[in-house]
């Protein structure tokens, strides 16, 4: 079982560079599951480990837990108060505006088995999310009924921390996570699920800051790119630059 990469560590805290496609932690609804990061984590450094927030199980990059529960305390209380920054990489469909502002309340969603996902009348809760465009691509491949797919690299930062609120608000916004097989778009999706490409969400959690709570020093810990995401990104430019040859010649 491969290591986990340790970003910060002292006697109160760790932050680590999650991978895509691992737990965070096991609940009722992943009993099966063997692999979490809570306890490959305590194996790793021989310590109980506390998460503080989470990251869904597609998601890769800065996690970061406690390493008691009192630290877990306050730490959590900086989460409830949205007192702690988070920045966000994602790959999504089409090209949107430089920049954006998404402000669309979120309610809970409630699931029954063999029917539709309904929300939850009554549980809306404020939630703003920031935006700004890093780079567009155009890809010489159809997709649905377009002669060619179009996406984008795109820096987020939530405002609050509600669940899922990234991948709602740009299904919102009709600009849905590529490789989002809950909110996403099923033509972008087999698009990007072609061999030689990884097969994942394409959101990475790029960088946190947060308020220590001992000695009160603000902390910003950045995670770099996993292979997966930077591989898809190089192969995306190459894509593009292919188009852009065409349209000079």
């Avoid at 921390?161 to 849905?176: A, D, S």
Wanted: hydrophobic share 35%; net charge positive; aromatic share 8%.
């Amino acid at each position: 079982m491969m290591e986990l990469s340790i970003l910060f560590q002292d006697e109160h805290i760790i932050a680590i560079n999650k991978p895509e496609g691992l737990l965070v932690h096991r609940t009722h609804l992943d009993k099966h599951e063997e692999d979490a990061v809570v306890q490959r984590l305590r194996d790793q450094i021989g310590k109980w480990v506390f998460p503080v927030h989470r990251l869904d199980r597609a998601t890769s990059g800065v996690l970061l837990l406690a390493l008691s529960p009192n630290i877990a305390r306050y730490l959590g209380a900086q989460f409830e108060n949205n007192e702690i920054s988070k920045t966000y990489h994602a790959l999504v469909r089409g090209h949107l505006s430089p920049t954006g502002h998404i402000n669309y309340p979120l309610a809970k969603i409630e699931e029954v088995k063999g029917s539709a996902r309904t929300k939850v009348a009554g549980t809306e809760k404020d939630a703003e999310t920031d935006y700004k465009t890093l780079s567009q691509f155009t890809l010489p491949i159809p997709v649905s009924r377009y002669s060619e797919a179009r996406c984008s690299l795109v820096e987020i930062q939530p405002l609050q921390g509600r669940k899922h609120q990234i991948r709602r608000h740009f299904k919102h916004i009709f600009h849905p996570l590529i490789g989002d097989t809950r909110y996403g778009c099923r033509h972008y999706n087999s698009l990007f699920k072609q061999d030689m490409l990884p097969k994942r969400m394409f959101l990475h959690a790029l960088n946190i800051t947060f308020t220590h709570p001992i000695d009160n020093h603000s902390i910003t810990l950045n995670a770099p790119y996993p292979l997966s995401f930077k591989e898809t990104l190089t192969w995306l430019a190459q894509q593009d630059s292919f188009v852009n040859n065409q349209e000079v010649s």
